[in-house]
């Protein structure tokens, strides 16, 4: 099997590249693209070997991308060995304690603070060369939903008219959306790409993708994860600290905090559009259905954020009329 030889392939240039006789190698993780990760266990400390098959998922964005943060002084992987043409690399442990392993009332402040100040330092990332979240992309994205969500998922074969409700709600958004500062996006800033490190935390893992883009992208995948969620009013508070942290250090103008929290709610609703169709289509393409345990935490982000704007006035409503609660569930987020 494919899979198999790449093991073999890692193996041997783990054991050239490293003492061999004092190396072991186990499955750390996968994610959901095509990289698999081990644990290299050698000389009494730890290693992480990432195994990113060239033809699928190059390295070259991950060390570009990894650099660029270890300048800022946020806690990315330090990268020890490289093979791009196998694509293979061996980096820093960063542990195996991600944020959503700890979080609770007690300890979230204390980690999201901590998570707020890496992202200032991250949104300072040298961004030259990066591709632009643009229109085009962010639209794009969204067109994920009523492809994999509403069609491949549910069934649901829309009219006309629904289209176009469909098609002007995300024309709005993206029209509201690049009127926003820009800088360095992870795009994926959330508590399973955050690991709990004893200096320096965060350690920040999945980066590879990052773009020039909103600054509130992040904040807003932090503050309203898909996989966990917090009371309104906590992250009412986190919204303005963050707020007051980004001016200072003048990543961001002043504003009023209506007009930031508007613009962090739109971002967002983007963002909950997105995955939607995203778990939709790892569930029906890639055959990892375990993503859609999320779908209705995720649903509900953008049915309670949502209400709040007119510009998902119509889509709140279509939402209504093909029952889309009903059919996926929904989670109650306290105020």
Not at 6 to 12: G, P
Not at 34 to 55: C, E, G, Q, V
Not at 63 to 72: F, G, K, P, S, V
């Amino acid at each position: 099997m494919a899979t198999d030889s790449r093991l073999q392939q890692l193996s041997q240039w783990i054991h050239q590249t490293l003492d061999g006789s004092q190396a072991t190698i186990e499955v750390a993780s996968a994610d959901a693209s095509f990289r698999r990760y081990f644990r290299i266990h050698h000389k009494n400390k730890t290693l992480i070997a990432m195994d990113s098959p060239p033809d699928k998922e190059p390295v070259q964005p991950f060390i570009d991308i990894c650099q660029r943060i270890l300048a800022t002084g946020a806690h990315a992987p330090h990268i020890y060995h490289q093979n791009i043409e196998q694509g293979f690399l061996i980096l820093e442990d960063l542990g195996s304690t991600a944020y959503l392993d700890k979080l609770n009332k007690d300890t979230v402040d204390n980690y999201y603070q901590a998570a707020m100040q890496a992202l200032i330092k991250l949104q300072k990332v040298n961004t030259t060369g990066l591709p632009h979240y643009d229109t085009k992309r962010l639209h794009e994205e969204m067109t994920l939903m009523p492809e994999w969500f509403l069609g491949e998922h549910l069934g649901i074969t829309l009219t006309i008219k629904q289209q176009q409700i469909i098609e002007t709600t995300f024309n709005s958004l993206t029209s509201a959306i690049t009127e926003q500062n820009t800088g360095f996006v992870h795009r994926d800033y959330h508590s399973r790409n955050l690991m709990i490190t004893e200096t320096n935390n965060p350690g920040i893992i999945d980066f590879q993708d990052a773009v020039i883009g909103p600054l509130s992208y992040d904040l807003v995948s932090l503050l309203r994860d898909c996989y966990i969620a917090w009371p309104h009013s906590q992250v009412d508070q986190w919204i303005s600290d963050y707020q007051q942290m980004a001016e200072n250090a003048q990543l961001i103008p002043k504003m009023t905090i209506e007009k930031f929290s508007k613009q962090v709610d739109l971002i967002g609703l983007q963002r909950h559009i997105k995955v939607l169709g995203i778990f939709a289509r790892l569930k029906h393409r890639d055959n990892k259905p375990h993503y859609l345990n999320d779908l209705p935490l995720t649903l509900s982000y953008l049915l309670d954020i949502g209400q709040r704007h007119k510009e998902m006035t119509d889509l709140m409503q279509l939402f209504t009329d093909l029952k889309i609660a009903d059919k996926i569930g929904t989670v109650v987020i306290p105020q």
